[in-house]
């Protein structure tokens, strides 16, 4: 459930819901791939490593924003 939405989840949240980490960055590198989008191989190794369990989910998207130039 999504902080401050009582019994709503986000849309990315209900479609991969209970997925395990490797089957949720094959959906999300497919999703992207059929967007039109070119997933390059820095960001595949971040994915890889979030997929084998080394680094948490929080950990990837700062690594990938940080890979687009974006700091938090």
Same mark, same amino acid.
């Given at each position: 459930?999504?902080?401050?939405?009582? /019994?709503?989840?986000?849309?990315?949240?209900?479609? *991969?819901?209970?997925c395990?980490?490797?089957?949720?960055v094959?959906a999300?590198?497919?999703?992207?791939? &059929?967007?039109?989008?070119?997933?390059?191989?820095?960001?595949?190794?971040?994915?890889?490593?979030?997929?084998s /369990?080394? &680094?948490?989910?929080?950990e990837?998207?700062?690594?990938?924003l940080? *890979?687009h130039?974006?700091?938090?």
């Open positions: 459930m999504t902080e401050g939405s009582p /019994g709503k989840t986000s849309p990315v949240g209900t479609v *991969l819901d209970g395990e980490p490797a089957e949720a094959r999300a590198i497919a999703s992207a791939r &059929i967007e039109g989008y070119v997933v390059g191989d820095q960001a595949n190794a971040v994915f890889e490593d979030f997929a /369990g080394t &680094i948490d989910d929080r990837m998207i700062a690594r990938v940080a *890979l130039g974006v700091h938090g």
